[in-house]
C-alpha cells in the first residue's frame, strides 16, 4: 500500500511539535534548577545572524500549519509571533497542534499532485507539486527549526538527547 500524505504530514508533524513541547519543559526546568531567567534561553541564538529560540518555535509552528494548510486547502490559523516566554511559546506550540486536529485527512490525501505555490523569501514564490512540498520543503524546513531549537537547548547546558528528540513525549 502506498503511504498517503495524511500519513506522511500530520502525525509527524503532531509528534514532533509534542517533542518541542516537551524540549520546553526541560528547558525552563533547566533555568529554575540553575536559577536563571529563563528568558536568556528564550533570546539565545546559536549565531549572531540566526534567530533566537522564541522565532525557531514560531516558525516550526508556522512550517506545519502552513504546510498542512497549503496542501489541504484550509486556511490555517494566524498567530502574531509576539510569544516571549516558555509559557506562551507552549501554548503557541498547543494551538498549533489542536488546529492540525482539525484537519480532516482527506483533505491531504490526493493532493500529491496539486500545485502548491509558496512564498520563498520576501518578494518570490515558488510552485511545486504536492508530494515534493511536502518531502524537499515543508518537511525539511520544520524538522531544521526544531533541530534548531534543540541545538540552542543543547547548547546551553539543557539535558536533551536523541531519546528526546525522537520520542520525548511519547
Known amino acids: ?88 511559546l507552549r501554548a503557541r506550540i498547543a494551538r498549533t497542534v489542536a488546529w492540525l486536529e482539525t484537519v480532516p485527512a482527506a483533505r491531504l490525501d490526493g493532493s500529491e499532485d496539486k500545485d502548491i505555490t509558496f512564498p520563498v523569501g520576501r518578494d518570490a514564490t515558488r510552485t511545486m507539486k504536492g508530494e515534493a512540498y511536502l518531502k524537499h520543503w515543508a518537511l525539511p524546513n520544520f524538522f531544521f527549526h526544531v533541530t534548531t531549537a534543540y541545538a540552542i537547548l543543547r547548547h546551553n547546558g539543557v539535558e536533551l538527547g536523541k531519546s528526546d528528540y525522537l520520542i520525548g513525549a511519547q
Open 1 to 88: 500500500m502506498a503511504i498517503s500524505m495524511s500519513s506522511a504530514s500530520l502525525p509527524i508533524f503532531r509528534t514532533m511539535l509534542g517533542n518541542l513541547s516537551h524540549f520546553l519543559d526541560k528547558g525552563l526546568a533547566h533555568a529554575q534548577a540553575r536559577k536563571f531567567d529563563p528568558q536568556v534561553l528564550v533570546n539565545y541564538r546559536l549565531a549572531p545572524d540566526m534567530l533566537p529560540f522564541n522565532r525557531q518555535i514560531q516558525i516550526a509552528c508556522d512550517a506545519a500549519k502552513n504546510g498542512v494548510a497549503r496542501l489541504s486547502g484550509v486556511e490555517a490559523p494566524k498567530f502574531e509571533d509576539n510569544e516571549t516566554t516558555f509559557e506562551e
